[in-house]
């Protein structure tokens, strides 16, 4: 991401059946639809048959670790803001998981890492830029990227490569999340009063992923995911639990992470305060059966995830400059709804745009 952007950056074609059983590409469908598509919730405006992705390099090794933090993970963590998002180079990937489980006492502090490049250029860079960490050669482990996604989706060592393949999952978990948009660093205090905050849930995790690199590059305007320069990182509040705890308990661990996401308030972005459409909150609104939603309803969320009055503005500043569309014209596409699950959640959320 850091290094390539979103695999929304890389599309360079699509195929799509619209509402009138039309099967469009790129040239069909029009720039403005073509746009849409690409970060903003592309099954909210039609079937997508196919993406054609630009394909990115990458070495034939990288190196990743997963590295518990033993010792001061307020200082680190905080300092991590800074290095992991303006500091380090653009190959490498440095994301916080905040966990505990049923069985923990305490908060468990990880850095899991990914660097396209060997274990002693990444040695050198992080005794360089980040000393705190004290990473030691056994840490660090070499590897394919797709095995590298193996060992992220926590697969055993030995699985095959074609457990990817497989799209169901054996884990009877259920969960519900939420996110944000951190803009402003903040301090070792503030981390305190979050991580006291995160012990009142006996089973979470929440995941800090650092922006950057060409996530900064790009304009907020150049697709319809437009949160660019100015946001330093996504956090995620994530509860877990099992069906066997039953309905009260549910309540309970979704009732925590609305708690948590109110308490983050003061710390993350603002007018509008962001979500990542990637994490998909009914908190935020969802698309009623049979009922057709208002564009002043659909706009509710639809400034959260794609800052929708501003990012709409700048486009058509940008198009105004260009003389219009570089392609093909066509016209603005109206808020739209596709069935997307939280959790185990029956209802559905839409996504609003126009």
Request: hydrophobic residues 40%; glycine residues 8%.
């Amino acid at each position: 991401m850091r290094k390539y952007g979103l695999a929304a950056d890389n599309v360079v074609d699509a195929r799509l059946v619209n509402v009138n059983g039309e099967i469009l590409d790129r040239d069909t469908m029009g720039e403005d639809l073509f746009w849409a598509i690409r970060g903003g919730g592309a099954s909210s405006f039609g079937v997508i048959l196919a993406f054609k992705i630009k394909l990115v390099q990458v070495p034939p090794v990288l190196t990743v670790s997963k590295l518990t933090i033993k010792q001061g993970a307020l200082e680190i963590i905080q300092r991590w803001q800074h290095i992991a998002i303006y500091e380090v180079p653009k190959e490498l990937f440095i994301q916080v998981q905040i966990s505990r489980t049923k069985f923990q006492r305490n908060l468990q502090s990880e850095l899991q890492i990914m660097f396209l490049g060997r274990s002693e250029e990444l040695m050198h860079i992080m005794e360089e830029k980040f000393p705190q960490l004290r990473i030691k050669k056994n840490d660090c482990m070499e590897m394919s990227w797709i095995e590298s996604v193996l060992l992220f989706a926590e697969f055993p060592k030995t699985a095959p490569l074609d457990v990817l393949l497989n799209r169901t999952t054996e884990r009877d978990i259920a969960f519900k999340v939420k996110s944000d948009f951190v803009t402003t660093p903040l301090s070792k205090r503030e981390f305190r009063k979050i991580f006291n905050k995160f012990l009142e849930e006996k089973q979470f995790a929440s995941v800090l992923s650092p922006w950057g690199g060409r996530m900064h590059e790009i304009s907020d305007d150049e697709i319809a995911f437009p949160h660019r320069a100015g946001n330093m990182y996504v956090i995620a509040y994530t509860s877990l639990w099992s069906d066997e705890e039953g309905a009260q308990a549910s309540q309970e661990h979704v009732k925590w992470v609305r708690e948590m996401y109110n308490y983050m308030s003061p710390y993350v972005s603002k007018s509008p305060r962001a979500a990542y459409i990637g994490l998909r909150d009914l908190d935020l609104g969802f698309y009623k059966i049979n009922t057709t939603p208002t564009y002043s309803e659909a706009r509710i969320w639809g400034e959260k995830y794609f800052k929708g009055e501003i990012v709409r503005k700048r486009r058509k500043q940008r198009r105004e400059r260009d003389g219009g569309e570089r392609r093909r014209g066509g016209t603005a596409t109206a808020a739209s709804g596709a069935a997307q699950h939280n959790g185990k959640s029956g209802r559905r959320a839409v996504v609003g745009w126009r």
